[in-house]
């Protein structure tokens, strides 16, 4: 017989992306990730990137951690506002999204420099399989809110995306976004 540890509950999602009851809120402003951005206006300040509202169960792999993320809208010089991005510090747990509102880009890396980006939009479902770490990009004008769910021990490794960069950057064109070649990326290549 399993013994639960958790009885169940019930999480409101408001329109804007915040949860009810909120639980805990993770608050990304730009100075929390400079070294990410290629190159930061001197007149930016220090603007609020992204919120995450999470909903925190025990870490362990019988369980499912869940969260959404507002990501507000904007560029830093070319690129626009992203998550910082991660690996799980156990590689091979793996993640769904589902977008709520708002447009972006799910960008995603291996550790051999495999590249993957996909559309975020209202009902996209986003499987990131393990081994892939994944940054999200707000492409459009209104917040980016998604909903992200992941095997309760996977742990964020933000390191290694610190040193090495995503092998890929979105940054805006002329005529929308565009994926082009992370000139200062220093992890392995495909
Ligand atoms: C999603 C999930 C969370 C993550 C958040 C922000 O909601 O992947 O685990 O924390 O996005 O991304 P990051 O942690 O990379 O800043
Ligand atoms: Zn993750």
Do not use: C
């Amino acid at each position: 017989m399993v013994k639960p540890d958790l009885s169940p509950f019930t999480t409101l999602l408001n329109e804007d992306g915040t949860l009810q009851p909120e639980r805990g809120v993770v608050e990304r402003r730009l100075s929390d990730m400079k070294e990410m951005f290629q190159k930061i206006p001197d007149s930016i300040g220090d603007p609020i990137l992204y919120h995450v509202y999470l909903i925190p169960v025990p870490e362990k792999n019988s369980e499912l951690q869940s969260s959404t993320t507002v990501l507000y809208p904007g560029t830093v010089g070319s690129e626009y506002y992203m998550t910082k991005g991660h690996f799980h510090e156990i590689r091979d747990r793996s993640e769904v999204y589902m977008g709520i509102s708002g447009e972006g880009r799910l960008v995603m890396a291996t550790e051999d420099g495999e590249v993957a980006v996909e559309p975020m939009r209202p009902g996209s479902i986003n499987y990131v399989p393990g081994g892939w770490a994944h940054r999200s990009v707000n492409v459009g004008e209104e917040p980016l809110v998604f909903f992200a769910t992941y095997v309760g021990d996977a742990g964020h490794d933000y390191g290694t995306i610190e040193e090495e960069g995503f092998p890929v950057l979105v940054v805006k064109g002329e005529e929308g976004p565009e994926v082009v070649e992370n000139p200062r990326y220093t992890g392995r290549t495909r």
